[in-house]
């Protein structure tokens, strides 16, 4: 499984999950691929930025084993962003499938080097019986992060299982607790880093009932 949603967080107290697929994947047309992965979460927040007036600052971004890696992708363009919450997340591509030390130039989702462009405080959390994704890639990405949060490793938890152990939902909700607690800072961004890569003539805005 891979998903990444976005977890709407307002000061009102008030709060939404929004989740889509991403290209070649469930309803969605196209074709699936890393840069269309990049793609997508980009127009996602392309969307909710313009057509809903949503803040990053109002955002906490999930994402759940391959879908680590767009999240971790926007996450290094929004220096605003209220936290990450990374679940049975990957180093790297290559890295799932193999032990290897370096990372190659063809890999693909290289997690392991854009999570130490994360300002904002990141939540990860991995089961350690996980037969897909090792413990030890969500234990390593816990030690890059800039902003660590109390990391939860679930005993016996596998890769897709998570959500069934009582200590999955009460840690989240510990975590999106404490991010609504947190006071809004606006953190500089260097010049030169682009906060999307997703020309506006590339897609349209996702349409969704407004509340």
Request: proline residues 4%; glycine residues 10%.
């Amino acid at each position: 499984m891979c998903s990444t949603k976005m977890h709407l967080s307002y000061r009102s107290c008030h709060e939404s999950n929004l989740n889509y697929d991403y290209s070649g994947y469930g309803g969605s047309t196209g074709k699936p691929s890393e840069f269309n992965t990049y793609h997508d979460i980009e127009a996602v927040h392309d969307c909710l930025k313009k057509e809903y007036g949503i803040r990053q600052e109002d955002l906490i971004l999930y994402g759940q084993s391959v879908g680590s890696g767009p999240t971790l992708h926007l996450a290094t363009r929004l220096q605003g962003l209220r936290g990450v919450v990374l679940h049975g997340a990957i180093l790297s591509g290559i890295r799932a499938l193999y032990p290897v030390k370096v990372t190659f130039w063809f890999d693909i989702f290289k997690n392991i080097n854009k999570i130490q462009q994360v300002d904002c405080p990141v939540l990860v959390i991995h089961g350690t019986a996980d037969g897909i994704v090792e413990w030890t890639h969500g234990k390593r990405l816990w030690e890059l992060s800039k902003e660590k949060y109390d990391p939860l490793w679930i005993k016996g938890g596998g890769h897709c299982n998570l959500e069934a152990y009582p200590e999955y939902i009460r840690h989240l909700r510990k975590f999106i607790s404490a991010m609504e607690q947190l006071p809004l800072v606006r953190r500089a961004k260097p010049s030169g880093v682009p906060t999307s890569t997703v020309a506006e003539s590339k897609h349209k805005c996702l349409r969704f009932g407004k509340r």
